[in-house]
């Protein structure tokens, strides 16, 4: 079993930077690929980001590729992703989740765990 609590997420303009975290519970953190995934009002809740659980290769959609890093830190079992040259279309609350074992992927079916969510607005 593995809980996840995000933080970091707030209103901020359009072209500044934020810092979401993902704080993993669990001593199997380093066995899980780790994704963020966003919903915006009234749509789907879409891919963001992704990071293998060995390798560490990452995995980005493409509207945020060069502006978003995906990260984990194995010490304090946290997943993070740092956003910069936010735009408006990025308002979304953000969710992490976790896979057991398997690679990076954007398939949000394919995650065991997730977490609440946090809320990022970007305002024009």
């Known amino acids: 079993q593995v809980q996840l609590v995000e933080s970091g997420g707030g209103l901020v303009q359009a072209g500044g930077s934020l810092r979401l975290s993902c704080a993993a519970s669990?001593?199997?953190?380093?066995?899980?690929?780790m994704g963020w995934f966003r919903q915006a009002p009234g749509k789907e809740r879409e891919f963001v980001a992704a990071i293998s659980w060995i390798g560490g290769s990452t995995y980005y959609t493409d509207s945020v590729k060069g502006r978003f890093t995906i990260s984990r830190d194995y010490a304090k079992n946290t997943l993070y992703l740092y956003m910069s040259s936010l735009k408006p279309e990025d308002t979304a609350v953000y969710y992490c989740a976790a896979r057991r074992g398997g690679g990076s992927s954007p398939d949000s079916g394919l995650y065991d765990y997730w977490g609440q969510g946090t809320q990022v607005t970007v305002s024009s």
């Open positions: 669990g001593r199997t953190f380093r066995s899980y690929s």
